[in-house]
């Protein structure tokens, strides 16, 4: 789960600049982290 968060978040990155999906997909991948 976390290598698959990780290619999202780095496709994310590559995207037009969306502050919020990028906290979006920080908060997912800190959920997923704790876990």
Request: proline fraction near 3%.
């Amino acid at each position: 789960c976390t290598t698959v968060s990780f290619q999202l978040f780095e496709i994310a990155a590559q995207l037009p600049k969306n502050e919020q999906v990028i906290n979006i997909l920080r908060s997912l991948i800190d959920k997923q982290a704790i876990n």
